[in-house]
């Protein structure tokens, strides 16, 4: 079977939960099916090809914003109908999703259309996006969502049969975790400093602020921890210029973006993962720690209370709220059986939600529609 994917970008190129999940899918699709990856990337050609792993990739030269997709969506549908996959898959509700939907509609192929949490959430508060999407999503075959929140949105809000929406979660690169984890690192037992990780943009919506300011609150009341923040954007400045005035400069250790190996590892490191966000779907970073075994806190937003089970597999918070956090953050670090129960619970919880296993409810959902053409 022949299948196309087509999103905003293609890890490595592109980092993102998104480009991450075309990447694994399509390359653990790609070892029994012809897959074909359509992904914008900031270079010189029009169109340049490539690999991810078996399968091709056709990247289309991304334009400065607000036009970084207008040349993907006057040339993909061409490259689509050239090419005849049997199913297409847009992952995003943005030009993605018009681009397949076009193809989808000239070629009379089966059409998914997977919302990743922020393309639905968020965009849903722009009128003529919301239309275009529920036009899309009313001809699509089937609507994939990565957790239970956003099917509630898709069928409360856009309309949507229930039957017609389909949930299937972000996962995490088995063989990767497999390979941290078979990792000794016997300096984690030694270190007298417990270790704090963040994985994400610095942007408003990951809220990284509020967590400085629980670590703050955690040093004045003797807590010893230092942080480790992997990732960049548009906050760091103002971020660094807080640990300088709060003291905290000798506490925080800014990685900025790593290698996805990497940033892996820093997690793999910590003792409690932290996601301090206001605005989330499910996490690509929070299924990967829980799969490392890492105590996570988080905020209650979004979906990722479908994952965290306070007290059981994590623990959970108010978003915007340095107190709580930083109070979380404390009964974990004093509370070593309870960290120890959170880790094994975590791990547990993951276990099944590798993009193995993602790739396979994909696979199945496929040739399903496949079959009824």
């Not at 690169?173 to 497999?178: G, H, M, P, R």
């Not at 994590?314 to 109070?327: I, M, N, Q, T, Y």
Request: with cysteine.
């Amino acid at each position: 079977m022949r299948i196309a994917l087509i999103g905003p970008g293609l890890y490595p190129f592109t980092l993102g939960g998104i480009e991450m999940a075309v990447y694994h899918i399509g390359k653990r699709l790609a070892e029994k099916h012809d897959i074909i990856i359509l992904a914008l990337r900031r270079q010189k050609e029009a169109i340049k090809a490539g690999r991810c792993g078996n399968a091709r990739v056709f990247f289309i030269k991304e334009l400065r914003r607000p036009y970084a997709s207008l040349l993907s969506l006057l040339l993909s549908p061409a490259i689509l109908l050239a090419e005849k996959p049997d199913v297409l898959n847009a992952h995003q509700a943005l030009s993605p999703m018009v681009i397949a939907t076009a193809a989808a509609l000239l070629l009379r192929r089966p059409l998914v259309i997977t919302c990743h949490a922020s393309d639905v959430r968020l965009l849903r508060r722009e009128k003529a996006i919301k239309l275009v999407q529920k036009i899309c999503f009313t001809l699509a075959d089937a609507v994939v969502c990565v957790s239970e929140e956003i099917k509630r949105i898709l069928v409360d809000e856009y309309g949507l049969r229930a039957e017609k929406v389909m949930v299937i979660p972000n996962g995490y690169d088995e063989e990767l975790i497999d390979e941290l984890l078979s990792a000794r690192r016997p300096e984690e037992g030694m270190r007298r400093k417990a270790r704090i990780c963040f994985l994400g943009s610095l942007r408003p919506e990951k809220d990284p602020l509020t967590l400085l300011r629980a670590i703050k609150e955690l040093r004045e009341h003797g807590q010893d921890v230092e942080v480790h923040i992997v990732g960049g954007g548009a906050l760091k400045p103002e971020l660094e210029d807080f640990c300088e005035k709060e003291g905290l400069a000798d506490a925080v250790v800014f990685h900025g973006p790593l290698p996805h190996e990497k940033a892996l590892e820093v997690v793999a490191s910590s003792d409690v993962f932290v996601i301090s966000s206001v605005e989330e779907g499910l996490p690509v970073a929070l299924v990967e720690a829980m799969a490392l075994g890492r105590a996570v806190v988080a905020t209650r937003v979004g979906g990722i209370p479908e994952l965290v089970e306070d007290g059981k597999t994590g623990l959970l918070v108010k978003p915007r709220s340095p107190d709580e956090l930083a109070s979380a953050i404390r009964r974990l670090l004093s509370d070593e059986e309870l960290l120890r129960g959170i880790r094994e619970e975590a791990r547990e919880k993951a276990r099944g939600r590798s993009w193995r296993a993602v790739s396979s409810a994909y696979e199945k959902l496929f040739c399903s529609l496949s079959s009824r053409r």
